[in-house]
C-alpha cells in the first residue's frame, strides 16, 4: 500500500535483531495476557516524535520519517537526514509523509511542500525533484502524499494537485486531474492513496480535510481514465479515505479517516460483485470499534487486518474471523503498554515484528513472536486481574482453571478462556477465609479440594461447595497438629496420603484421619517428588532425603530412616550442592535435580550425578523448577531466564523477558504443566504460559551490513558497495 497520512561494526539488521523466536501460525491475543511493547523516541535518537511514514528497505534498514526529517534504523541507532540550506544534496523539505523503495534499491521521500526527493543511501546524497513554474511538464504540486513505483524505473505520485506519472530520468511528468466536466477523470485532485490491481489499474483514493467529491477511484493507466465508485449506503461513502489495502480474498479494505476529519470507520468491499460491508462505530461492530478516524491499514503475514486509529489505538482482526476484534489500547499505569492511543501508521518487518508509527509519541514495536509467551501482570485499573504480580505456585482443577497463589495478595483462581481472575484474600473478621495472603505452596484434589499453604499461617483446605477454607496450624499443645505453620511444598502420595513440608521437616495426613503425622528433619524440606514407592524430599542445605513408603517403617517417624544424597567436595560425581529445589524423574530411570549450582542428573543404578552449569550453556545455574514437555525437553526456570534442555543432545536454549516471559526471575514453586501440555511459569512479574511444542524457531542467518568504518576511533569514508 502507498499512502498518505494529513573501528570496524558490522550491524546486525533489524532482520535479525528479534527474538530467536519465529512466529508461530496465526496471532493470537489471549484475554486478559499482557502485550510488551518497546518504544523509541526522541530520547532514543529518533529526530521527532511523529511516525508519519514507515518502511524497510531491502537491507533491513527502518525508515521513519517525521515532521522534522528522516530517520534511518539499524536496530541500535538511529541516522538522521534534514534539510540543509547550504547543501543542495540534503532533503528538500522536513516534513516526511511518504517512502517508497523501487526495484533498483533507491529511497524516495515524499515530503509536505518540498516535492520529491530520491535518496542514495551509500552516499547518503539526495537528488530534489520539486514543482517549477517555468517547468509544467515537471511535478505540478509539492505535497508528495503517496509513491508507487511501477517496475518499468518510473513513479507514480499523488499528491494533493493530481495524480502523476513521473519520469525521473527525464523529470517529466504526465498529470492526471480531476475535471467536474469529466466523470472519467479523478473524483479529487486531493490523492491520498495508491494501490496496484493485478490487472495493472491502479486504485486511486482521495481525500483530504473533507475535500467535496473526494473517494474512490479505478483508475486505468492505459486510457488514463478514472471510474468514479458511487456510495452504497454506508460504503463508499466517506470523504476522506486514508489507507487502501487488498486482502488474500480480493476484497478491497478502505480506511477513512485523517487530520482534522471525523472518520468514516472502514469498507470490505468486493471488486468482482461491487458488493461491500461497514465497520464503524454506529454499525453492528460499534462496541468494538470506538474510533471511527481510521488511519492506517495493514495485513500481517497470516494474513490477519491491523487497523490503526487517530484516537483509539489498534484493533486486530483474524483472517478467518471478519468482524471479530481485539483492542489494544494505551494504559496508563502500564509502561509495557501502547504508547498513546494516536497511531498513525502501521509496518511489518520481514522477521516478523509490528512497528507502530505514533501521532506524537514516537515508534513503537511489538514482536509478534512473542506472543506465544501469554504473560499476566496485575492491572490495578482491572478489578478481573490477578491481584499480585509476585506468583510464587500454582495448581491446576479438574475443570480446565488454575489456582495461583502471590507472596502478598492471596489467592487467585484464572479462568484461562475468558482471562478473569477471581481473588481470594485473608479477611481477618472472617476466620472462613485464607489464614494468609502469602501463599507458598497448592495442591489440589481431583474431588475439587484446594490444599493452600501460607507462610506463616500454616495449611488450608478450600471446600468446594461452600468456597469456604478450613485451617490446620501448628499448636504447641497438640503433638497431631501440624509441624510448622511456614508450608513450603505439598503432595499426595499414590496411597492417598498428603505431604506437607516445612521449615521444620513433613507432616503426613492419612486419608480419613484428623491429626498429622510429623516428621522433624534437619534442613527445610523445599520440594517434594513420589518416584515410585520412594517420596524424595529436596531440602534447604542437606541435600536430598528419601523415605520408602513402602516399607511400614516409614509410616512410624520414630522408626522413618531417611537416605540421603549429598554434596561432597571431593567427589565430583556426587550431588553438586545441597540445596535442591526441584526433582523431577524421567521415563528412563533417571532423576533430575535442580539445585543452587546446576542441573543434576542423577542415576540410580550407577550412584552418579553428571551435572550441568554455565559452562554447560546455562545462563545461571539456580535451578528453581523443572518441567518436561510431551517430547522430552526438560524445561527449567532459574534466575535468570527459563531454559530448554535437550537431555539427548545435552544443549541449552535460554529465553527471557525479550521474548515475552514476565522477567528473567522465577520462583521456586512457581511452575506447573497442565493436563493440555501447557506450561505455567511465574516469577515477580506475574506469570507466563505457553504450549512447548508450538514454540517455532527463526534459524534464518542474520543479514550483516558494514555501516560504518573506523581507525583509532576515528570515522573513515569508505564505499560500502565497493569490492576493495
Same mark, same amino acid.
Given at each position: 500500500?502507498?499512502?498518505? &497520512?494529513?573501528?570496524?561494526?558490522?550491524?546486525?539488521?533489524?532482520?535479525?535483531?528479534?527474538?530467536?523466536?519465529?512466529?508461530?501460525?496465526? !496471532?493470537?491475543?489471549?484475554?486478559?495476557?499482557?502485550?510488551?511493547?518497546?518504544?523509541?523516541?526522541?530520547?532514543?535518537?529518533?529526530?521527532?516524535?511523529?511516525?508519519?511514514?514507515?518502511?524497510?528497505?531491502?537491507?533491513?534498514? &527502518?525508515?521513519?520519517?517525521?515532521?522534522?526529517?528522516?530517520?534511518?534504523?539499524?536496530?541500535?541507532?538511529?541516522?538522521?537526514?534534514?534539510?540543509?540550506?547550504?547543501?543542495?544534496?540534503?532533503?528538500?523539505?522536513?516534513?516526511?509523509?511518504?517512502?517508497?523503495?523501487?526495484?533498483?534499491?533507491?529511497?524516495?521521500?515524499?515530503?509536505?511542500?518540498?516535492?520529491?526527493?530520491?535518496?542514495?543511501?551509500?552516499?547518503?546524497?539526495?537528488?530534489?525533484?520539486?514543482?517549477?513554474?517555468?517547468?509544467?511538464?515537471?511535478?505540478?504540486? #509539492?505535497?508528495?502524499?503517496?509513491? &508507487?513505483?511501477?517496475?518499468?524505473?518510473?513513479?507514480?505520485?499523488?499528491?494533493?494537485?493530481?495524480? %502523476?506519472?513521473?519520469?525521473?530520468?527525464?523529470?517529466?511528468?504526465?498529470?492526471?486531474?480531476?475535471?467536474?466536466?469529466?466523470?472519467?477523470?479523478?473524483?479529487?485532485?486531493?490523492?491520498?492513496?495508491?494501490?496496484?490491481?493485478?490487472?495493472?489499474?491502479?486504485?486511486?483514493?482521495?481525500?483530504?480535510?473533507?475535500?467535496?467529491?473526494?473517494?474512490?477511484?479505478?483508475?486505468?493507466?492505459?486510457?488514463?481514465?478514472? %471510474?468514479?465508485?458511487?456510495?452504497?449506503?454506508?460504503?463508499?461513502?466517506?470523504?476522506?479515505?486514508?489507507?487502501?489495502?487488498?486482502?488474500?480474498?480480493?476484497?478491497?479494505?478502505?480506511?477513512?479517516?485523517?487530520?482534522?476529519?471525523?472518520?468514516?470507520?472502514?469498507?470490505?468491499?468486493?471488486?468482482?460483485?461491487?458488493?461491500?460491508?461497514?465497520?464503524?462505530?454506529?454499525?453492528?461492530?460499534?462496541?468494538?470499534?470506538?474510533?471511527?478516524?481510521?488511519?492506517?491499514?495493514m495485513l500481517d503475514r497470516d494474513g490477519a487486518l491491523w487497523i490503526a486509529s487517530w484516537s483509539g489505538g489498534i484493533w486486530h482482526m483474524d483472517a478467518d474471523r471478519p468482524g471479530a476484534f481485539t483492542a489494544i489500547r494505551h494504559h496508563p499505569a502500564d509502561p509495557d503498554s501502547l504508547t498513546s492511543d494516536g497511531v498513525a501508521n502501521l509496518l511489518q518487518d520481514r522477521s516478523g515484528v509490528l512497528w507502530i508509527g505514533m501521532i506524537n509519541a514516537g515508534i513503537d514495536k511489538l514482536n509478534l513472536a512473542n506472543l506465544q509467551f501469554r504473560t499476566y501482570k496485575h492491572d490495578p485499573?482491572?478489578?478481573?486481574?490477578?491481584?499480585?504480580?509476585?506468583?510464587?505456585?500454582?495448581?491446576?482443577?479438574?475443570?480446565?482453571?488454575?489456582?495461583?497463589?502471590?507472596?502478598?495478595?492471596?489467592?487467585?483462581?484464572?479462568?484461562?478462556?475468558?482471562?478473569?481472575?477471581?481473588?481470594?484474600?485473608?479477611?481477618?473478621?472472617?476466620?472462613?477465609?485464607?489464614?494468609?495472603?502469602?501463599?507458598?505452596?497448592?495442591?489440589?484434589?481431583?474431588?475439587?479440594?484446594?490444599?493452600?499453604?501460607?507462610?506463616?499461617?500454616?495449611?488450608?483446605?478450600?471446600?468446594?461447595?461452600?468456597?469456604?477454607?478450613?485451617?490446620?496450624?501448628?499448636?504447641?499443645?497438640?503433638?497431631?497438629?501440624?509441624?510448622?505453620?511456614?508450608?513450603?511444598?505439598?503432595?499426595?502420595?499414590?496411597?492417598?496420603?498428603?505431604?506437607?513440608?516445612?521449615?521444620?521437616?513433613?507432616?503426613?495426613?492419612?486419608?480419613?484421619?484428623?491429626?498429622?503425622?510429623?516428621?522433624?528433619?534437619?534442613?527445610?524440606?523445599?520440594?517434594?517428588?513420589?518416584?515410585?514407592?520412594?517420596?524424595?524430599?529436596?531440602?534447604?542445605?542437606?541435600?536430598?532425603?528419601?523415605?520408602?513408603?513402602?516399607?511400614?517403617?516409614?509410616?512410624?517417624?520414630?522408626?522413618?530412616?531417611?537416605?540421603?544424597?549429598?554434596?561432597?567436595?571431593?567427589?565430583?560425581?556426587?550431588?553438586?550442592?545441597?540445596?535442591?529445589?526441584?526433582?523431577?524423574?524421567?521415563?528412563?530411570?533417571? !532423576?533430575?535435580?535442580?539445585?543452587?549450582?546446576?542441573?543434576?542428573?542423577?542415576?540410580?543404578?550407577?550412584?552418579?550425578?553428571?551435572?550441568?552449569? %554455565?559452562?554447560?550453556?546455562?545462563?545461571?545455574?539456580?535451578?528453581?523448577?523443572? &518441567?518436561?514437555?510431551?517430547?522430552?525437553?526438560?524445561?527449567?526456570?532459574?534466575?535468570?531466564?527459563?531454559?530448554?534442555?535437550? #537431555?539427548?543432545? %545435552?544443549?541449552?536454549?535460554?529465553?527471557?523477558?525479550?521474548?515475552?516471559?514476565?522477567?528473567?526471575?522465577?520462583?521456586?514453586?512457581?511452575?506447573?504443566r497442565s493436563a493440555s501440555g501447557e506450561i505455567y511459569v511465574g516469577g515477580a512479574s506475574g506469570f507466563s504460559v505457553f504450549d512447548p511444542l508450538a514454540l517455532s524457531q527463526n534459524d534464518l542467518p542474520p543479514q550483516v551490513v558494514i555501516s560504518s568504518f573506523a581507525i583509532f576511533n576515528l570515522p573513515q569514508p569508505f564505499d560500502a558497495q565497493s569490492d576493495q
Amino acid at each position: 500500500m502507498h499512502r498518505f &497520512l494529513p573501528g570496524l561494526m558490522l550491524l546486525l539488521l533489524l532482520t535479525a535483531t528479534s527474538p530467536v523466536l519465529a512466529r508461530a501460525p496465526g !496471532v493470537t491475543f489471549a484475554p486478559g495476557a499482557h502485550l510488551r511493547f518497546g518504544h523509541l523516541t526522541i530520547d532514543d535518537g529518533l529526530s521527532q516524535n511523529a511516525g508519519l511514514a514507515l518502511l524497510q528497505d531491502r537491507q533491513g534498514y &527502518l525508515w521513519f520519517g517525521t515532521q522534522d526529517g528522516l530517520n534511518r534504523y539499524d536496530g541500535y541507532r538511529f541516522t538522521t537526514f534534514k534539510y540543509d540550506p547550504a547543501d543542495p544534496a540534503s532533503l528538500s523539505y522536513n516534513s516526511v509523509i511518504a517512502l517508497a523503495e523501487d526495484a533498483q534499491g533507491a529511497l524516495w521521500v515524499g515530503t509536505w511542500g518540498g516535492g520529491l526527493n530520491r535518496l542514495d543511501p551509500q552516499r547518503g546524497a539526495f537528488t530534489r525533484y520539486q514543482p517549477d513554474p517555468a517547468n509544467p511538464d515537471g511535478l505540478a504540486n #509539492p505535497i508528495v502524499t503517496a509513491i &508507487l513505483p511501477d517496475g518499468q524505473g518510473q513513479l507514480w505520485l499523488g499528491t494533493l494537485g493530481g495524480l %502523476e506519472h513521473f519520469d525521473p530520468a527525464t523529470g517529466v511528468a504526465r498529470h492526471f486531474r480531476s475535471d467536474p466536466n469529466d466523470s472519467h477523470s479523478l473524483s479529487s485532485d486531493a490523492i491520498s492513496a495508491l494501490l496496484p490491481t493485478a490487472d495493472g489499474k491502479i486504485w486511486v483514493g482521495t481525500g483530504a480535510f473533507n475535500t467535496p467529491g473526494a473517494g474512490l477511484n479505478l483508475f486505468d493507466p492505459v486510457t488514463g481514465q478514472a %471510474e468514479r465508485l458511487a456510495a452504497t449506503g454506508q460504503c463508499l461513502a466517506g470523504p476522506n479515505i486514508s489507507d487502501l489495502l487488498t486482502d488474500a480474498q480480493g476484497h478491497l479494505w478502505i480506511a477513512y479517516g485523517g487530520f482534522g476529519v471525523s472518520g468514516g470507520g472502514m469498507d470490505r468491499f468486493d471488486p468482482a460483485t461491487r458488493t461491500c460491508d461497514h465497520y464503524d462505530s454506529a454499525s453492528a461492530f460499534q462496541d468494538q470499534i470506538t474510533d471511527n478516524n481510521i488511519t492506517d491499514l495493514m495485513l500481517d503475514r497470516d494474513g490477519a487486518l491491523w487497523i490503526a486509529s487517530w484516537s483509539g489505538g489498534i484493533w486486530h482482526m483474524d483472517a478467518d474471523r471478519p468482524g471479530a476484534f481485539t483492542a489494544i489500547r494505551h494504559h496508563p499505569a502500564d509502561p509495557d503498554s501502547l504508547t498513546s492511543d494516536g497511531v498513525a501508521n502501521l509496518l511489518q518487518d520481514r522477521s516478523g515484528v509490528l512497528w507502530i508509527g505514533m501521532i506524537n509519541a514516537g515508534i513503537d514495536k511489538l514482536n509478534l513472536a512473542n506472543l506465544q509467551f501469554r504473560t499476566y501482570k496485575h492491572d490495578p485499573d482491572n478489578p478481573d486481574s490477578i491481584a499480585s504480580n509476585h506468583v510464587s505456585t500454582f495448581a491446576e482443577a479438574g475443570d480446565g482453571t488454575l489456582w495461583l497463589g502471590t507472596w502478598e495478595s492471596g489467592l487467585s483462581r484464572f479462568d484461562p478462556a475468558t482471562g478473569v481472575f477471581q481473588n481470594y484474600r485473608n479477611d481477618p473478621a472472617n476466620p472462613q477465609s485464607i489464614s494468609s495472603d502469602m501463599v507458598m505452596a497448592l495442591h489440589a484434589d481431583r474431588d475439587g479440594t484446594l490444599w493452600a499453604g501460607t507462610f506463616g499461617s500454616g495449611l488450608n483446605r478450600r471446600d468446594p461447595a461452600s468456597d469456604q477454607f478450613i485451617r490446620y496450624q501448628h499448636d504447641p499443645s497438640d503433638p497431631a497438629s501440624l509441624l510448622e505453620d511456614q508450608v513450603l511444598a505439598i503432595m499426595r502420595d499414590s496411597s492417598g496420603r498428603l505431604w506437607v513440608s516445612s521449615f521444620g521437616g513433613l507432616s503426613r495426613l492419612d486419608p480419613g484421619a484428623r491429626g498429622f503425622v510429623n516428621y522433624p528433619l534437619e534442613f527445610p524440606a523445599v520440594a517434594l517428588k513420589q518416584i515410585g514407592d520412594t517420596l524424595w524430599v529436596g531440602t534447604w542445605g542437606g541435600g536430598v532425603a528419601r523415605l520408602a513408603l513402602s516399607d511400614p517403617a516409614s509410616l512410624s517417624p520414630q522408626d522413618a530412616v531417611f537416605a540421603k544424597l549429598r554434596h561432597d567436595p571431593t567427589d565430583p560425581t556426587s550431588l553438586s550442592s545441597n540445596d535442591v529445589w526441584s526433582i523431577h524423574a524421567t521415563a528412563d530411570g533417571l !532423576v533430575w535435580l535442580g539445585t543452587q549450582a546446576g542441573l543434576n542428573r542423577y542415576d540410580p543404578q550407577r550412584g552418579a550425578f553428571r551435572v550441568y552449569g %554455565e559452562k554447560d550453556g546455562l545462563r545461571n545455574a539456580t535451578i528453581l523448577g523443572i &518441567l518436561e514437555d510431551s517430547a522430552g525437553w526438560l524445561w527449567l526456570t532459574t534466575n535468570n531466564g527459563l531454559a530448554k534442555f535437550n #537431555p539427548q543432545s %545435552e544443549r541449552f536454549r535460554i529465553y527471557d523477558k525479550n521474548d515475552g516471559l514476565q522477567g528473567n526471575e522465577f520462583n521456586s514453586n512457581g511452575y506447573l504443566r497442565s493436563a493440555s501440555g501447557e506450561i505455567y511459569v511465574g516469577g515477580a512479574s506475574g506469570f507466563s504460559v505457553f504450549d512447548p511444542l508450538a514454540l517455532s524457531q527463526n534459524d534464518l542467518p542474520p543479514q550483516v551490513v558494514i555501516s560504518s568504518f573506523a581507525i583509532f576511533n576515528l570515522p573513515q569514508p569508505f564505499d560500502a558497495q565497493s569490492d576493495q
